[in-house]
């Protein structure tokens, strides 16, 4: 563990420099996200100023939600997006070959050989708006309820990767499977909406079969409605058996790995 630890911490230095050496670009992209955040923001204004809920969910527990759901992405981006993305383009081209041959874990190397630091600056942003909104509920959190809130927001994060990681695992069969991977990211925007919101059905598959109603509610509903016990516990479950599952796909995907060269 701490061999990978040390690992992980090499990859972050190379990726501070390589950032740094286009730093138009990294600062653009924080202004693009950013700014998209800034607008959904503002659409919870322009709702709240019709109505006084949406779905039990009061106007500043809805911007708990959306920073949460915010922090949730951003987390996930930091640490595992950019690597996910790749991996199909590494699987056509054949540079998958460098990492396999790389004396460590190939899933580990595959999952954060790079890291996102623009998601760091938009991540604490997300951070203060949860703090903003925090203090016009007039919420106390206690520390077990904070240290809950942080295992959830990173909980949500690890089932974000599981999901991504299993659809581009898909590359191994698939030529050219980025499409696959943006259509899952406009399955973000659902992690946003409240559970109340969907009923049925529906419900039960995102919260179940792609659980894009856990990684952001359940971490907002423990600090805006004090959500303790089972309710909140069992994710961290259903993140592991994903993961699990996830790195069984993985490892079966390989098997059927070619390179370029052959």
């Keep these: 563990m701490f061999r990978y630890l040390k690992l992980a911490l090499a990859l972050f230095r190379y990726s501070l420099m390589r950032e740094m050496m286009f730093k138009i670009n990294f600062l653009l992209w924080i202004v693009v996200d950013l700014a998209w955040f800034a607008v959904q923001l503002a659409l919870i204004e322009v709702v709240y100023a019709h109505v006084p809920e949406v779905a039990g969910w009061r106007k500043y527990e809805m911007i708990l939600l959306i920073g949460t759901s915010q922090l949730v992405q951003q987390t996930f981006q930091f640490l595992f997006m950019v690597n996910c993305i790749e991996l199909p383009e590494n699987v056509r081209t054949g540079n998958l070959d460098f990492i ?3 004396p460590a874990n190939s899933q580990f190397l595959v999952s954060i050989r790079k890291f996102d630091l623009g998601a760091l600056i938009n991540g604490t942003v997300a951070l203060g708006i949860i703090v903003y909104a925090g203090w016009k509920l007039n919420l106390h959190p206690g520390m077990a309820q904070l240290a809950l809130f942080a ?5 949500g994060a690890s089932i974000h990767y599981a999901l991504m990681l ?9 030529v050219r499977a980025q499409g696959l ?5 406009n399955l973000f925007q659902i992690a946003r909406i409240p559970r109340e919101a969907f009923r049925g059905g529906v419900k039960i598959f995102f919260t179940f079969g792609l659980p894009m109603l856990v990684v952001a509610n359940y971490p907002a509903a423990v600090l805006a409605r004090g959500l303790w016990g089972w309710n909140a516990v069992w994710v961290f479950g259903l993140a592991g058996i994903l993961l699990a599952l996830t790195s069984l796909w993985f490892r079966f995907g390989l098997r059927f790995y070619t390179s370029a060269s052959s």
């Design 166 to 174: 299993a659809i581009v695992t898909l590359s191994f069969w698939i």
């Design 100 to 102: 396999l041959l790389q």
């Design 151 to 155: 295992g959830l927001v990173f909980n």
């Design 181 to 185: 991977v943006y259509g899952y990211y």
